[in-house]
């Protein structure tokens, strides 16, 4: 893990990129910062998280980062060991994360359910699309453990993705008052809360057919596993959607939740019929 401090002072903002070893957005923008030396208000504490996953060109050496939180010092997993070490580094601070998918091409936010506060205060000042309330999926992610607010930068190892990262992290640093300008945007991005994971079985090959924050209604085909087509058996919104950004699952289906900071959405008649539940 590479830790440098921009300014002086103990740090109660941090920026971490790497936390993935195949996503160099996050780690272009971190390097940016280290590299141009700007003249911060506030101390800023600089991560480049999994360098040895990174080395490798892989998503992570023996266990994902972002599921193993908060580690475990002694443990015989190189993750499980840095993030204990990272929570330690993360303490006190506020935090922006920087991540890249296979989903989508431009930045949105992820957020644990009991950091929406956190999101409030920070989204507004960021270039976003959404804003994704992870909902019941937060075991042994950051989001969980960290005053933290993920972004999910555009497609992995895109110059688009390194290029959004290093705007994203200006926005940040001046939300939290350690860069000057900075000013909130009216509050119109879309929240979305995941409900479920959408599974995905072994084939031959896999498709979607659907775009990612679009209402797919029911009866549409959303995806296809082999020879199978997959048919939406209510309405839902795909998150974190993609053929093959995930070994198991397809990504999520959400509910839109309504606008950050805004008055909530009343729940779509046909996507939560009365009795079902889900989770
Ligand atoms: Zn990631």
Redesign the pocket.
């Known amino acids: 893990m590479r830790i440098e401090q921009l300014g002086d002072g103990e740090p109660e903002i941090a920026v971490v990129g790497g ?2 070893g195949d ?1 160099p957005c996050g780690v272009r923008a971190v390097e940016h910062l280290i590299d141009t030396q700007p003249d911060v208000k506030r101390p800023v504490k600089c991560i480049v998280a999994n360098e040895e996953a990174l080395d490798q060109g892989t998503r992570y050496v023996d266990d994902d980062l ?1 599921r193993v939180f908060p580690g475990d010092p002694d443990s015989a997993s190189h993750e499980r060991r840095l993030a204990s070490r990272l929570l330690a580094e993360l303490r006190g601070c506020r935090v922006l994360s920087m ?2 998918t296979q989903s989508y091409a431009n930045p949105f936010a992820v957020v644990a359910d009991d950091g929406l506060a956190v999101a409030e205060s920070i989204c507004p000042y960021l270039t976003l699309d959404a804003v994704i309330d992870a909902g019941a999926f937060t075991e042994g992610r950051l989001v969980s453990y960290a005053e933290v607010v993920e972004v999910e930068c555009g497609y992995q190892g895109s110059e688009e993705a390194a290029a959004n990262a290093v705007a994203i992290c200006q926005e940040f640093l001046a939300a939290v008052g350690a860069l000057p300008g900075g000013e909130p945007r009216t509050s119109d991005v879309p929240l979305y809360r995941l409900q479920h994971l959408i599974p995905k079985g072994p084939a031959s090959g896999y498709e979607v057919f659907v775009t990612n924050f679009e209402r797919v209604a029911a009866g549409e085909a959303y995806a296809a596993a082999g020879d199978e087509t997959l048919i939406a058996e209510k309405p839902f919104y795909p998150v974190l959607m993609s053929p093959y950004g995930y070994e198991d699952e397809f990504g999520y289906a959400a509910e839109l939740a309504g606008k950050l900071g805004g008055e909530p959405t009343r729940p779509d008649p046909e996507q939560r019929p009365s009795g079902a539940t889900e989770s």
């Open positions: 936390i993935h996503e972002n991540h890249s």
